[in-house]
């Protein structure tokens, strides 16, 4: 077998059974190899971030990476934004990368660029291979660092794709197992649990189960600890039967705020919580000065036994977690907004559904209104880089083909991968798209405010880069020039309406929900 | 002032006067300062692959760069592609990416990155400055970076940017001006176009003019010597009146049969001809072995001094230069396919026109077909990578407002940036937008064979990832719903209905043109 032959079945010899795709020349025989390997489930995208973040999208619900072919430097850096938002959320990715032939490189051809560099910004790992008889192995080793949470980027020359692999496949890759937590840690979390401190418990990680939330309000009522979320993990399951839990707010004055009296923060999964932004005479930090934060477990420790050892400890078993009960919303009437359309997503949910959340302003109200709706998933961006939404929902919706996607979208964020539309309408992934059409890059006005230039009030130049109507942008037309069925509403009714009618069918739909902004 | 007006402010001082933006946070007194400095016309896009392309098209266009506004190493990622063809090409641009303020980076907040990793692969120069004192002086540096024909990135830290700064704007920047080429150089040429061996010219860089291709011709009659462009020129002033000039072929195989006689290659603005890609083979360097490469002139000497230089000394001035004269051909009937396309594009291109041609496999009759059409620029993507054409068009017609713009765009490229549209809405750009809708990465399925894999047709696995067809793209509708008005043709005499009543107006229009593939 050649070179690209064997690193596709070492691919698939390790589960890795579906490739995000945007090839080019180099990557031909990468191509050619896909009907030489049994096992490989190719999804073309017609720009590389939609892929990078469908790979995202796709590690997050499946629990394990997708790979994505990519073609030269050019090609990863228009996968680069989502790929930042995958290192950001340690989520799993193996990117295969095509490069020219290694004897080819010093010609400088105009596709020539030094793919190295742009990969080290976005990739935890990342490894040229120099012969095709080195390929499987090193495809194995990217495995093996996706296997842990990471970003593997292995770059692929033409000629090493092309060359005989005398050597064949890899087979199955040793996986380091999550990490248990050392009994020091989870005494010096039993201590300050204990103490008559402010304790609050911060969860983060890929993925905070219902278990999990469970066994978190379990430890706040033995110990009075408050119990929270970063602003953005990865996945959450919520929804009814779900634990209450707090989340840190986003704006960064509201969350330093909001744990101001903490006096021991404990972080399981999360990283110290800071900024997204500085400010002129913002901190930085958004822990008081005087809190302790102790970090008890990274993202890839072992937080189910963790949390169990912590129950055990403090004898919390027999506690009753606080959960929510089932409620669901009426259905509203009236002008469509952000708080009607909230109301009415709460209303629909569907059981099991998976949300994928990158509507920003629009989505503010969402998220607490659907705190007990029916079960389901809560896919957050981790990088803070938009134009994750459309492609996170192609890859989840891959995943988990039973279950039916939401796609919250912003209509700004919305244009940077529009082109995630078509793979919807081509691979007829069970996905919903609600595009919040306010016209605006809200969230960037509100930032402009907190310049304090001109009083807040942007001036005719500035507005003019921070208003994305003139002309309005139509997504109703735009969906349907990629094949996907859309309608628009512009009052709660007709929301509702579609909403309804979009739930009961399979297939992706698009709902351009005109509404004003929030703020 | 602060950091941000005194930047913005040296930029108008020294003749940049547009802004291509996609701001976020970071940016936002960057933003602010916008409307407290005078002189800076912001065009906004919707993705800043867009932005990056429109400002390569600007400084095609109008000899002189545009500035860019990036946000962090996510907007600077979606940056990348068109920055790394700028690059290839010697394009000059100044970027600004906005980034944490310098005390804020080291909380590792979610979207901080190694901004400067990803901007070595795609500047020739990057700069972060460090303190708003210092930002007038660092963006000087960068504007004299760009007028020697440099991608010149400055990064800008949030706080740079809102920091008082005492010392102000800075004034007119020196450019250093383009170098006189040596004597030793100029006999070497002389010598070698004297000689009995077989000679070629071959011309690039980011401009051949009328008069270079007129003084080329007068020097070929004068020595015989064969005289060439490289493949894709940055710009090209073509049609009636100018030069008859060959072109080197793009397919490796038929570039290296095309010069496989010269014996002394003499290069002016352009490189060694390489491969664009390797294949088992086939040589990467085009010339033949022993042919002797012979570099006359950079792309910033002064190649018109140059010329004359040459004509003076072999005493060409009085030879003839071959020239097209004016040649339309007829308007086609019948299926419209690339030929016949190529065709009515030659009948009716407007005198002065500008064609910016990304159409890849569809395009290739056009070309031949438009040498002896009215006169007009050609512009031609240098660095290979898709996604240039519609943003490009943007930057040329914001460059060149009194010209008709054509963009020539296949169906696969244009979906890398087909935000663009909404740009030449918003600004009322006057460009015809032809997508050659071929429903294929045709030319993937010409490299697929060129692979020898399965016969050279694809297997069903690959053929999945060269065809996008399934569901068709709508281009109409895409159009449509980014406010740019669009018709479909799908026979010859549709075709030409709808050019001319494009060309007849002004203002932006898309044909969705419908056509087999070439192959």
Redesign the interface.
Known sequence: MNGAESLLQTLVSNGIEVCF?N????E??F??A???VEG?R?V?C??E?VLSGAAHGYAVMAGKPASTLLH????L?????NL?NAK?GDIPIVNIIGD??T??LQ?????T???G??S???SHWTYTSQSASDIAKDTANAIAQAGIGKVATLILP??VS?GDNPNGAEGAVPINPAKVVSKDLVDGAVTRLQSDKKCMIMIGGRKITKEQGLMLSKLSKATDARICTEV?PSRISRGSGSAVIERLPYIAEMAIDHIKDIEHLILIGA?AP?????Y?NVP??IAPDDCEIFTLAGPNDDIDQLLQKLIDRIGAGDKQPDVYPLNIPELPGGPLNAQSAATTIAHFIPDNAIIVDEAITSGMPIFPMTMAARPHDWLNL????I?WGLPAAVGAAIASPDRKVICLEGD?SA??T??AL?TM??ENLDILVVIFNNRKYSI?EM??M??G??GGV?????A???A?G??????????????VSATRATTAEEFNEQMKSALENKGPHLIDAVVPTLF
């Open positions: 795709t090839p080019g020349t180099s031909m025989h191509v050619a896909l009907d030489e490989m190719c073309l017609l720009f971030g030269l430097g050019p090609g850096g228009n996968a680069l934004a930042h950001k020219h032939a004897y080819h010609y400088n051809a105009p596709l660029s030094d793919i560099a742009i080290s910004a976005v033409a000629d092309w953005f990283k800071v900024s997204f932004f500085a002129p930085s930090t981790t990088g803070g880089s134009g700004g244009m940077y529009i082109q078509w309408a081509r960037l930032e402009f907190k310049t230039a001109r942007p001036g005719p130049n500035a003019s880069t921070l994305i003139n002309p309005d942008l139509d997504f109703v037309s735009m969906a349907q020039g990629m094949g």
